[in-house]
């Protein structure tokens, strides 16, 4: 968790979240006093007087982001692994949902903010006209985002993602 220096706002930055551009950017801002997120949520660090953030996105694109930073991170074990196989293997697992990492915690939290609204907040909130722009820097196949999944896929992400899906409002069009 991060206290931003406005007095007003705590935020809790998970893996794969674009925390990296929004810590980075809330720096730059004199916002907080480093570039790098931590993705913990330390008990002793929360304040019910600020607003508690969360940063999060869609549990399909986040999975699609999981694989592509195994492509960078595991890059010979991963050379010829596919989306589908990633998936089906334990790696898929191992990276817990928003629920799995903070477990009771989440429900401290005040304010889930989407990736895909993340520009319309950082104005709002702290009047930052920067625009998110979600490049990566290997795409780790030529599939889209939506395009990638099958039928067996989306049970898969439904099923991993179920409680997280019940407490956040996530926009799931596009995969149910």
Known sequence: MHKLNNG???CVFPT???TRWIAQTLFD???IDYTAPNHEF???Q???NLQNIMFVRNPFTRERSIYRWYKVIKEKEYKDITFEEFVNSDDFEYEPTYVQKYQDKIKLID???HLEMLD???KRAFNINKIYIGDYHIPGDDSNDRDAYND???EKVLIKYKEDIKLIDFDLTSYI
């Open 8 to 10: 007003i706002h705590a």
């Open 16 to 18: 794969r979240c674009g």
């Open 29 to 31: 801002n004199n916002l």
């Open 42 to 44: 330390d008990i002793n």
């Open 46 to 48: 929360y304040d019910k």
């Open 111 to 113: 304010k889930f903010v």
């Open 120 to 122: 319309n907040f950082m």
């Open 152 to 154: 067996q896929l989306i």
